[in-house]
């Protein structure tokens, strides 16, 4: 296997060297295609999760961060090893087979991953293919102790790392057996401070025992890998989205095109900011880099969810130009015109026509929808003929306030309004079925006169929404954050006052965007906001500033300005 250069003990010839190897092959400056291979099934296998599992409350926002961790953990184990000791040989593709059966494995439990309604068999699975990962690593450093079993020096830190990966293969032999139908409570909680223990373990090994350096390999390479693997993934993702709320040519409105530009236009400058921050560092000082490797965990994590989130934007862009137009629809007057004969049955018809020509474009989910719509309807047969006379002579809107009418017609009023809002309810979740909201499944079986049920739904939906949106702007701040703080890592050169000034301002903007999020504690503001088309352009040109702060020269200002100086263009004073 390729081992790192630390590897090479004090006055060893480069003859010598190559016997430390499986193989007499190069080394690898440059992540091998199994590797790559590896990484792309990472970028897979939460791009499963995330679509078989909306973060719609705080228990599934838990599961998405437990989740992410453990893939992410398995992920940086397996890396660990392969950027020091992997070759392509039979051994390591083997071993390489079985690390990919077990991310497979992860996507087996996905769907059923739940931290509420536990399944002992998802957990128990889990705990198992974490243990497989682990005990597959322990094979392969027996393995890479066994060709280095001539130099004593190899002997103590190989075996530290091998019993650190072993212990944890035990336990988690040991903690599937804890896990039973029916079962609630947190000891899932163990699966995420465990792996980051080993993680941790794993990387301050790795700068305490110079023959476990990663200092020399292409660590940061596999990460920048990765990082580009999630952001690809996002494209994807758009892209996905994209056929979902475009379903005609004539759904290309300017809302559409700019709110499509703006998620483009920030994955975009994220990558590109994301690479010149870096400045080609890919090799760093021991403490610097464990540092650097450290904080990719949280910089990965709040990357997913914001990228997440950009996606979650675009596709509630369209579904409030939806809304909006339903409103409209549902609130305008009735015009009735010189009607000669019964109105009851032509404002039925008007009104069904309505319904059915949005249930083209949005089909319901649930069929029993389109037959709540047919009752509601029916209903309308029951208001007597005296009161449609009244609303043509009075021009009145409908779903307003019917009390100022005479006693006799405020009943039928308020029967009007109820079915013009439980009409309006039902076609705003099919509205969110459509594109695909994670709605409660009982709505497909409630009745026309489950009123509660579908006022529910209709909240829960919007609450989806809050939440999307306090988690977009919390981890779009994070992200900003965290990418500063790897910039610093990786900056070799001393910083200049316009360089910690720039710093500052990227920290400020960073820290603005999540306070924006805010707004959930008010929800008159935040409705406002959330109906606006200012959501996804606001992170936008965040990241413009911030693209923009990146490539202003602050010494190339100053000599500008004493170069305008120097031709009399500018006095001394200014």
């Not at 056929?243 to 994220?270: G, M």
């Not at 990786?490 to 603005?512: D, E, M, N």
Request: net charge neutral; with cysteine; hydrophobic share 45%.
């Amino acid at each position: 296997a390729y081992l790192s250069e630390p590897f090479y003990c004090e006055g060893q010839n480069p003859t010598q060297a190559r016997k430390l190897r499986f193989f007499s092959g190069p080394l690898y400056p440059e992540p091998t295609l199994l590797e790559i291979f590896y990484d792309l099934f990472f970028a897979a296998n939460y791009n499963v999760f995330s679509d078989t599992q909306q973060v719609t409350n705080g228990s599934k926002f838990r599961a998405h961060v437990g989740y992410f961790c453990l893939l992410w953990q398995t992920w940086f184990l397996v890396t660990m090893f392969d950027v020091r000791y992997l070759s392509d040989s039979i051994s390591a593709r083997m071993t390489r087979a079985i690390q990919l059966g077990v991310l497979i494995g992860f996507t087996v439990v996905a769907p059923s991953f739940d931290l509420i309604n536990q399944h002992a068999n998802t957990f128990r699975t889990m705990s198992l293919l974490l243990m497989v990962s682990r005990v597959t690593l322990v094979v392969e450093y027996c393995g890479t102790l066994w060709h280095v079993r001539k130099y004593s020096k190899a002997h103590r830190p190989m075996l530290y790392q091998i019993s650190i990966h072993l212990a944890s293969s035990i336990f988690y032999l040991g903690f599937s057996f804890s896990f039973y139908d029916g079962m609630r409570g947190s000891s899932y909680m163990t699966w995420y401070f465990l792996p980051s223990a080993e993680a941790l373990a794993v990387v301050l090994l790795a700068y305490w025992k110079p023959v476990l350096s990663v200092d020399k390999t292409h660590i940061m390479k596999r990460m920048t890998l990765l990082t580009v693997m999630i952001m690809g993934d996002n494209i994807a993702e758009i892209a996905k989205t994209i056929v979902t709320i475009v379903k005609s040519p004539e759904s290309w409105d300017r809302i559409t095109i700019s709110v499509l530009t703006a998620s483009v236009v920030t994955v975009y400058f994220i990558l590109l900011t994301y690479f010149d921050w870096l400045r080609e560092s890919f090799y760093l000082p021991p403490l610097r880099l464990q540092f650097w490797i450290v904080l990719h965990l949280p910089f990965h994590l709040a990357l997913v969810f914001f990228t997440h989130g950009l996606t979650q934007f675009l596709l509630w862009s369209k579904i409030i130009v939806q809304f909006q137009r339903l409103n409209a629809t549902t609130a305008s007057r009735v015009y009735l015109g010189n009607v000669t004969g019964p109105i009851g049955p032509l404002v039925q018809r008007s009104i069904n026509e309505t319904v059915q020509s949005f249930f083209d474009d949005y089909p319901p989910v649930w069929p029993n929808l389109r037959q709540q719509i047919d009752e509601l309807l029916r209903q309308i047969s029951d208001v007597p003929e005296s009161f449609w006379r009244h609303i043509m002579e009075t021009d009145r809107m409908f779903r307003e306030d019917f009390t100022d009418m005479p006693q006799e017609f405020q009943d039928s009023g308020a029967t009007l309004n109820e079915i013009y809002d439980q009409v309006f309810l039902i076609m705003t979740n099919s509205l969110f079925g459509a594109f695909g909201v994670d709605l409660p499944a009982d709505i497909g079986s409630s009745k026309p006169e489950d009123v509660d049920l579908q006022t529910h739904v209709f909240f829960e939906a919007w609450d989806i929404y809050r939440l999307t949106f306090v988690c977009g702007y919390l981890s779009c701040s994070c992200t900003i954050i965290l990418m500063a703080l790897l910039a610093i890592a990786a900056r070799s050169a001393p910083y200049k006052a316009w360089q910690l000034l720039r710093l500052f301002i990227v920290l400020l903007l960073a820290v603005g965007i999540g306070l924006v999020s805010l707004l959930w504690f008010d929800l008159v503001r935040s409705g406002d906001f959330l109906q606006s088309f200012w959501i996804l352009p606001t992170i936008t040109l965040v990241w413009t500033v911030v693209m923009i702060l990146t490539h202003v020269n602050g010494e190339g200002i100053k000599r500008n300005i004493q170069r305008l100086r120097n031709k009399g263009w500018l006095s001394s004073g200014q």
